[in-house]
């Protein structure tokens, strides 16, 4: 089991930054892929962007490419999500997950651990 909790969170307006933190205890030791996905009000979750268990790897969706990065710190059992030149659209609740699949996961489903959530909300 994993346990996942998010931090850093908040309210900010367009054009500003906030790094994101994902703190993982439990069996840590195993190789996870993490992922961040974000759901808007009345929206499905989706994906947002990810990284390989040893951070060699990260993957964006279109809509944060560029803007956005995530990164990992295995001694701190630690990943970040980086955003800058935060938008409007991009209020929403932002979770961090972990899964075991090594294959890029982008869907709710491929993911077995989630955390709670932390809230980001960009004015206009």
């Known amino acids: 089991q994993v346990q996942l909790v998010e931090s850093g969170g908040g309210l900010v307006q367009a054009g500003d930054s906030l790094r994101l933190s994902c703190v993982a205890s439990?069996?840590?030791?195993?190789?996870?892929?993490k992922g961040w996905f974000r759901q808007a009000a009345g929206k499905e979750r989706e994906f947002v962007a990810g990284?390989?268990?040893?951070?060699?790897?990260?993957d964006y969706a279109d809509s944060v490419k560029g803007r956005w990065t995530i990164s990992g710190d295995n001694a701190k059992a630690t990943v970040y999500l980086q955003m800058n030149s935060l938008k409007p659209e991009d209020t929403a609740v932002y979770y961090c997950?972990?899964?075991?699949?090594?294959?890029?996961?982008?869907?709710?489903?491929?993911?077995?651990?989630w955390g709670q959530g932390t809230q980001v909300t960009v004015s206009s």
């Open positions: 439990g069996r840590t030791n195993r190789r996870y892929t």
């Open positions: 990284i390989s268990w040893d951070g060699g790897t990260t």
């Open positions: 997950a972990a899964t075991q699949r090594s294959n890029w996961p982008k869907e709710t489903y491929e993911y077995d651990y």
